[in-house]
């Protein structure tokens, strides 16, 4: 099937089996639009980030197709924030402007939008150590934002922060989000961040990964925090749940 400009990524019947024999994803078939936010939800083990990993052309898929029409208008943000600790704040943003051979001052004020964007400005020369965990991670998405990507790829980015700091980071992607309208696929274990940061949730099937469910999430973007507690919001959050039980069994 052709992939048009409309679609910023897509897997067509993937299948994954590592050299040692373990297949992680069988008979994969997903797509996310230019501008849309999926997130991913599944037990631990079943492929999701084997999924980002073919996404940006780290693996090669055993069969089937990955096409993202982009290309290289991609970007990446990990779970660990992998901050170059000699760097300060504004050097580690501009690393990949600078890598990709941007002039140092159109470089310099693509890294100074970026932190304005991620609520950073002020901060620009500090070091990673003085920084707290949350302000860590709007560094690395800050980072990654300096390439204005058209597709994000997210592997858990605030699955190792305290709750509190999550929330805060929830609320600050999806109004980043809300503003500059980048398509996104977002793995992480919690149902509650997927339903509140994404316009569709995808639910995997314990290993060999397959996409079990799809649920549709439709509040509009900006999201108030207050979403989490309505019962509508409640009530996709469990239907989504009870497909990721199901999937575990």
């Not at 004020?109 to 990673?128: C, D, F």
């Not at 500059?180 to 992480?188: H, P």
């Not at 997927?194 to 996409?211: D, E, K, Q, T």
Request: hydrophobic residues 40%; charged residues 20%.
């Amino acid at each position: 099937m052709s992939v048009t400009v409309e679609t910023a990524l897509r897997f067509d019947g993937v299948h994954k089996t590592f050299p040692n024999g373990t297949t992680a994803l069988a008979d994969v078939n997903l797509s996310v639009a230019a501008g849309e936010f999926v997130a991913v939800v599944g037990p631990s083990g079943c492929g999701k980030s084997t999924l980002l990993r073919l996404a940006s052309n780290l693996d090669p898929v055993t069969s089937g197709t990955v096409q993202t029409p982009h290309g290289d208008s991609l970007g990446y943000v990990f779970q660990d924030p992998t901050l170059l600790p000699w760097r300060r704040v504004l050097g580690n943003v501009e690393l990949p402007a600078e890598l990709a051979g941007v002039p140092k001052p159109e470089r310099r004020a693509r890294a100074r939008e970026a932190l304005r964007l991620v609520g950073l400005e002020g901060a620009e020369k500090q070091l990673p150590r003085q920084l707290s965990g949350g302000m860590r991670m709007r560094v690395s998405l800050a980072r990654a934002l300096t390439m204005r990507p058209a597709l994000f790829l997210f592997d858990e980015p605030f699955g190792a922060l305290d709750e509190i700091t999550r929330l805060r980071m929830q609320e600050e992607l999806q109004r980043i989000l809300t503003e500059q309208r980048f398509a996104g696929l977002f793995i992480t274990h919690s149902v509650t961040e997927a339903c509140f940061l994404a316009s569709r949730v995808v639910v995997m099937s314990a290993r060999p990964g397959r996409i079990i469910a799809t649920f549709d999430v439709p509040f509009p973007h900006p999201r108030p925090a207050e979403l989490r507690y309505d019962p509508d919001f409640a009530k996709i959050a469990g239907e989504v749940s009870a497909a990721l039980r199901g999937g575990n069994q």
